[in-house]
């Protein structure tokens, strides 16, 4: 089994942009989608990006997805960074019989 | 509107056994594969199970293997989750999620979560 390594924190002002990585232990990052959740306190995770770089319908264009084969990562970006962004961030892949989460990353915006 | 709805939590002593249950509506149901996802306190997220739409494969994380069991009802509408030989560390908001019709990788609607604790 793999693991996906995310940043414990990050912070950044309104207005700004603000990137999250995921790196995969083992494997080729590209092999196998990435999805990214969104958790505020006390809700359950929805989705903000599947499949690398999708974005689900009602979900803003400020945020966006990508992947990095020679880092072997994957990347949510938020621009526009607004106070309602603020929340826990997780990466999400597989492999044929897993799922494997990243450990989370809490966003801070102030 | 798709709904999930997780019940049959509750606080549980070390060694027992639960049988969690979530209510799906608004999609059909009979189509779509399913995850049970946990949180424990103050912690990430665990994923725990998944099963095909026809029920015809299963599939674990190490940490439940040979003492969780998923299952699926149809007729019913409704997702199980039968958890024996508790243990503290089972100890959290357990989640089901629907997948989307893109591949059972991608969790596309989650329920509330229901919260079982383990304790003596």
């Known amino acids: 089994n793999f693991m996906l390594t995310q940043p414990h924190s990050v912070s950044e002002s309104p207005g700004k942009t603000v990137t999250i990585s995921c790196t995969r232990s083992?494997?080729?990052?590209?092999?196998?989608?990435v999805q990214w959740y969104q958790q505020r306190p006390g809700s359950s995770p929805t989705t903000v990006i599947y499949?690398?770089?999708?974005?689900p319908s009602g979900v803003p264009d400020r945020f966006s997805g990508s992947i990095d084969s020679s880092s072997n990562s994957a990347s949510l970006t938020i621009s526009g960074l607004k106070t309602e962004d603020e929340a826990d961030y997780y990466c999400?892949?597989?492999?044929?019989?897993?799922?494997?989460f990243g450990g989370g990353t809490k966003l801070t915006v102030l | 509107q798709v709904q999930l709805v997780e019940s049959g939590g509750g606080v549980v002593q070390p060694g027992g056994s639960l049988r969690l249950s979530c209510a799906a509506s608004?999609?059909?149901?009979?189509?779509?594969?399913m995850h049970w996802v946990r949180q424990a306190p103050g912690k990430g997220l665990e994923w725990v199970a998944f099963?095909?739409?026809?029920?015809?494969?299963?599939y674990y994380a190490d940490s439940v293997k040979g003492r969780f069991t998923i299952s699926r009802d149809n007729s019913k509408n409704t997702l199980y989750l039968q958890m024996n030989s508790l243990r503290a560390e089972d100890t959290a908001v357990y989640y089901c999620?629907?997948?989307?019709?893109?591949?059972?990788?991608?969790?596309?609607?989650w329920g509330k979560g229901t919260t079982v604790t383990v304790s003596s």
């Open positions: 999620a629907k997948t989307h019709p893109s591949g059972y990788y991608y969790m596309d609607v």
């Open positions: 608004g999609f059909t149901f009979s189509s779509y594969g």
């Open positions: 099963i095909r739409y026809d029920g015809s494969n299963k």
């Open positions: 083992s494997g080729s990052i590209a092999s196998n989608y």
């Open positions: 499949e690398d770089n999708q974005r």
């Open positions: 999400q892949s597989y492999d044929s019989s897993n799922q494997v």
